[in-house]
């Protein structure tokens, strides 16, 4: 399937302007801020955990534990389909 030459002229200067335009973009400024030192979500301490990280790692450990037993789901509903190699 071959595509318009408009459509692929379109897709050529999207692929043009998404290499150069980051270039043109400016970086923050490179003197010193006056805002106070340290993590501005603590009180004054240092930089610290936010939030709940053992509710973080609960949440990975169950989204691995859900994947792993759909993909054995999975295998097994389409394991009848296949036929097993004559030895």
Do not use: K, N
Request: no cysteine; proline share 9%; charged share 15%.
């Amino acid at each position: 399937m071959r595509l318009p030459d408009r459509v692929r002229a379109a897709l050529a200067s999207a692929a043009l302007l998404g290499v150069l335009l980051p270039g043109a973009v400016l970086a923050a400024d490179p003197s010193p801020t006056t805002a106070a030192a340290g993590d501005p979500r603590s009180a004054g301490e240092g930089p610290g955990l936010v939030g709940d990280p053992a509710w973080a790692i609960g949440i990975v450990v169950a989204i691995a534990l859900v994947s792993l037993v759909l993909t054995l789901v999975y295998v097994r509903a389409t394991a009848a389909g296949r036929s097993e190699p004559r030895t």
